[in-house]
């Protein structure tokens, strides 16, 4: 496992808020990872999001996969297998993976969540949104995807969009608005990189897997998970996770659960900070379509009142 062009991939994210795919595992670290997740997925049941109790959710649960409001279908990986946590703290310990997430989370960053997404044709898109603004994300290709595949797709250069759209675009299918963006596209085994901040959605197509780990600053310490004592494989988490993968999920201080929002970090972590003249215009545009948005949708409800 390797990436070569670290400063590039640190300038493409400055520049768009994601990268394209970059070389990551050779042929048989991907294989290797890419069986063990098949292995998962073929054994696992697959639970409906409707019927994950509530209350579970800050519980780390590893032993089934869940189909969710999208018709995607996430699974948590850690834990489950031996070797295959061992290959994840090697990935989360590598040099230049380290280099780029400290760049963007800062130090002593942790792992907010590592899931496996399985999509295909009978999926929904999910539509334009952002996520928290200090999250960032890796994810690596488990198959090869082109440009009819389930992909994240992402607005470029919408990181540095001053106005917050959150969620006020979701109900916008992200095949729109082609000549502004990018599908992340690549073969298996690459990686890429994005901020949550930028203006993302996931397009359906052709069945497609990614491993997708969320990181977010040190600042959000107390968002944890609370993990059972046993892995799958019947070791105690504390000896299983004595290492970097373990720290990222600050999972031997199993303090209570406490969800923060957004904290505001105030600064930001992207070197470069005005939009091109076609940006601009593109986000002149989606500002007002965020308006027009947010505005029908306050009208309906109170119609409906
Ligand atoms: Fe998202």
């Given at each position: 496992?390797?990436?070569?062009?670290?400063?590039?991939?640190?300038?493409?994210?400055?520049?768009?808020?994601?990268?394209?795919?970059?070389?990551?595992?050779?042929?048989?670290?991907?294989?290797?990872?890419?069986?063990?997740?098949?292995?998962?997925?073929?054994?696992?049941?697959?639970?409906?999001?409707?019927?994950?109790?509530?209350?579970?959710?800050?519980?780390?649960?590893?032993?089934?996969?869940?189909?969710?409001?999208?018709?995607?279908?996430?699974?948590?990986?850690?834990?489950?297998?031996?070797?295959?946590?061992?290959?994840?703290?090697?990935?989360?310990?590598?040099k230049e993976v380290t280099t780029v997430l400290k760049k963007f989370t800062g130090e002593g960053y942790i792992l907010n969540n590592l899931s496996m997404r399985y999509m295909n044709r009978n999926s929904k898109f999910v539509g334009w949104h952002q996520d928290d603004p200090n999250a960032f994300s890796l994810a690596i290709l488990l198959n090869n995807t082109d440009h009819n595949s389930a992909t994240t797709t992402f607005i470029k250069s919408s990181h540095m969009f001053k106005h917050k759209f959150g969620k006020s675009l979701e109900k916008i299918n992200p095949k729109y608005f082609k000549e502004i963006s990018h599908r992340a596209i690549g073969r298996k085994g690459e990686v890429y990189f994005f901020s949550n901040s930028t203006i993302h959605g996931v397009q359906v197509g052709s069945a497609?897997?990614?491993?997708?780990?969320?990181?977010?600053?040190?600042?959000?310490?107390?968002?944890?998970?609370?993990?059972?004592?046993?892995?799958?494989?019947?070791?105690?988490?504390?000896?299983?996770?004595?290492?970097?993968?373990?720290?990222?999920?600050?999972?031997?201080?199993?303090?209570?659960y406490q969800y923060r929002q957004e904290t505001d970090l105030k600064k930001s972590r992207f070197a470069q900070k005005n939009l091109s003249f076609k940006n601009l215009i593109m986000y002149i545009f989606l500002f007002l379509l965020s308006t027009t948005l947010t505005t029908i949708e306050f009208i309906y409800r109170l119609r409906k009142k």
């Open positions: 496992m390797k990436l070569i062009s670290v400063s590039n991939i640190i300038s493409e994210v400055n520049r768009y808020g994601f990268t394209k795919s970059h070389l990551f595992l050779d042929e048989k670290e991907s294989n290797f990872l890419s069986d063990k997740c098949n292995t998962i997925s073929r054994k696992n049941k697959i639970v409906s999001y409707l019927d994950v109790k509530p209350d579970s959710q800050s519980v780390y649960e590893n032993n089934y996969s869940v189909k969710n409001f999208f018709q995607a279908i996430t699974t948590n990986i850690i834990g489950v297998d031996e070797e295959l946590d061992i290959f994840f703290n090697k990935i989360f310990s590598n497609s897997t990614v491993i997708i780990g969320c990181f977010l600053p040190k600042e959000y310490i107390d968002k944890k998970q609370i993990f059972p004592k046993l892995t799958l494989y019947n070791k105690d988490y504390n000896i299983a996770l004595d290492n970097e993968l373990g720290r990222l999920l600050n999972f031997n201080d199993n303090k209570t």
